[in-house]
């Protein structure tokens, strides 16, 4: 069965601090997706990143396909950046989108 | 920016009663999907598109039809609405196979 696992759950950290998120796949894959949502929004692509490293701004995201897994690491998080990530995976021979369950980030002052 | 409207933002049922869900997308993307968001369970999807006519079924299809009657929308229909699909729905477009996906605002299903 395809699936994605996230950890952790969740995470609190105090502004300025560095987050990590890790995802990783039951099964290879050939696209995966960092995604944000604040509570009740919309899903925001943060990063699409199939392979090797990707920044955007103070993300970064890493995706070593032959290990299976995908990593976000936030730098100099913000209270702003608080909300669930969420990391989802195409099957590299399924073609389906699979998502995590997601991280819930809490920064505080 | 992508755009995936979704309408309406809100909706109370009566168990029994039709639903319908509508989604529209300006972009011009061939795919889109319909997904269901429960706390537990993450993101799952129920039907999507590759374009105008087509539909798929997804990961949890039962109790769900969807319809494409053009590039721009996608309809998600209950005939019969049951409790256990109180959620909140989530429509998305995406221009083809390797893709970033464009969400709409969601909607909160309630089925009494």
């Known amino acids: 069965e395809q699936q994605v696992q996230q950890s952790p759950a969740s995470l609190v950290l105090q502004e300025a601090e560095n987050a990590e998120l890790q995802c990783s796949f039951s099964?290879?894959?050939?696209?995966v997706q960092w995604f944000y949502q604040r509570p009740g929004g919309r899903l925001v692509s943060l990063l699409y990143?199939?392979?090797g490293t990707k920044q955007s701004g103070r993300l970064t995201s890493t995706t070593v396909i032959k290990e299976r897994r995908s990593s976000l690491h936030i730098s100099s998080s913000q209270i702003t950046d608080s909300g669930t990530y969420l990391c989802?995976?195409?099957?590299?021979?399924?073609?389906?989108?699979?998502f995590g369950h997601g991280t819930i980030l809490r920064v505080h002052p | 920016e992508a755009a995936v409207t979704q309408s309406p933002r809100n909706k109370v049922a009566v168990t029994g009663g039709k639903v319908t869900l509508s989604c529209n997308q300006t972009?011009?993307?061939?795919?889109m999907y319909w997904y269901r968001q429960d706390t537990g369970h993450g993101l799952r999807l129920i039907h999507y598109?590759?374009?105008?006519?087509?539909?798929e079924k997804g990961d949890i299809p039962d109790g769900y039809k969807a319809s494409r009657p053009s590039q721009e929308n996608f309809s998600l229909i209950l005939e019969l609405a049951t409790p256990s699909q109180t959620s909140v729905y989530f429509c998305?477009?995406?221009?083809?196979?390797?893709?970033?996906?464009?969400f709409g605002s969601g909607t909160r299903l309630t089925v009494l």
């Open positions: 998305a477009s995406g221009p083809g196979s390797a893709e970033t996906l464009y």
């Open positions: 099964i290879f894959t050939n696209q």
């Open positions: 990143n199939p392979s």
């Open positions: 989802a995976m195409t099957g590299a021979n399924t073609g389906k989108l699979t």
């Open positions: 972009n011009n993307h061939n795919n």
């Open positions: 598109s590759y374009g105008a006519g087509s539909t």
